[in-house]
């Protein structure tokens, strides 16, 4: 990475396929109107239906590079 300064926004992805899904879904859409250079995970949990996992949501933390 070069020297930049960046701005933290605060998302949440979900998935009913898997984790991974989630992060990538959230990151795509952050990444649509914005320059997005890193990602952090912070709390990862689910939802259950009916005694089965219904869906997987993921708390991000992505790092927007803000034009100088």
């Known amino acids: 990475m070069t020297d930049a300064v960046f701005r933290k926004l605060e998302i949440v992805?979900?998935?009913?396929l898997s984790i991974e899904d989630a992060i990538a879904r959230a990151v795509a859409s952050a990444a649509t109107d914005n320059a997005v250079d890193w990602f952090e995970v912070l709390e990862t949990r689910g939802a259950v239906r009916d005694g089965n996992i219904h869906q997987y949501q993921v708390v991000l933390k992505v790092g927007v590079r803000v034009k100088a």
């Open 13 to 16: 992805g979900t998935s009913t």
